[in-house]
């Protein structure tokens, strides 16, 4: 059974830095692509933030230069670093495994707040 299971989520003011984390198990975690979407309300989902099994990454252009997506093999979890915070950040963050084009899984979701 994969279960993705991310945290580290909550209400921040502009400016300020979270670290969500997302522990993965039931997968080989180490050959996953591992990716961060966010979702806000009335929006669509999109990408955030990916690094693939050998540790290339790439961001949207929104939150380049201010995110930094990780991986740790040895703990099955990826992280996303997140600096100065903006209220456009706010959503909903969700973890995402995938390998080829049929595996592909998603974590229950952590709330991003980015208010004064």
């Known amino acids: 059974q994969v279960q993705l299971v991310e945290s580290g989520g909550g209400l921040v003011q502009p400016g300020e830095s979270l670290r969500l984390s997302c522990a993965a198990s039931?997968?080989?975690?180490?050959?996953?692509?591992m990716g961060w979407y966010r979702q806000a309300p009335g929006k669509q989902r999109e990408l955030v933030a990916d690094?693939?099994?050998?540790?290339?990454?790439n961001y949207a252009d929104s939150v380049k230069g201010r995110f930094t997506i990780s991986r740790d093999n040895a703990k099955n979890t990826v992280y996303l670093q997140m600096s100065s915070l903006k209220p456009e950040d706010t959503a909903v963050y969700y973890c995402?495994?995938?390998?080829?084009?049929?595996?592909?899984?998603w974590g229950q979701g952590t709330q991003v707040t980015v208010s004064s």
């Open positions: 995402n495994a995938a390998r080829r084009t049929t595996l592909n899984y």
């Open positions: 039931g997968i080989i975690f180490s050959i996953y692509n």
């Open positions: 690094i693939t099994s050998v540790y290339n990454t």
